[in-house]
């Protein structure tokens, strides 16, 4: 019995690891993609994939704005929660 809540509570950690990496993509494509393209290639705005900025960093300015930046990124993205924000950084750092 043991082991068959202990292998759930794996599954549960990992689809939710799952999740919310779907969830960072998903907020990616709907938020950031008009200007870092689809693939974080660069549009209107800087290109992300390869980034050498850290998933910690790239969530901080997301949650309160990255100084000396030009808006959208001067200022805090509306909307986003701390873990979305995280999320968003992780799909960012995956791009390759």
């Not at 082991?3 to 990496?21: D, K, N």
């Not at 969830?23 to 709907?30: E, L, S, V």
């Not at 938020?31 to 800087?46: D, F, L, Q, T, V």
């Amino acid at each position: 019995m043991k082991h068959f809540i202990s292998s759930l509570a794996v599954l549960a950690l990992m689809s939710g690891m799952a999740f919310a990496a779907e969830d960072g993509a998903a907020i990616f494509k709907a938020k950031c993609a008009m200007c870092h393209g689809a693939g974080g290639e660069g549009k209107s705005g800087p290109a992300l994939k390869g980034t050498t900025m850290s998933a910690d960093q790239i969530a901080d300015a997301l949650l309160k704005g990255a100084p000396g930046k030009k808006a959208p990124h001067g200022k805090p993205m509306a909307g986003l929660t701390a873990d979305q924000a995280s999320a968003v950084a992780a799909y960012v750092k995956s791009l390759k």
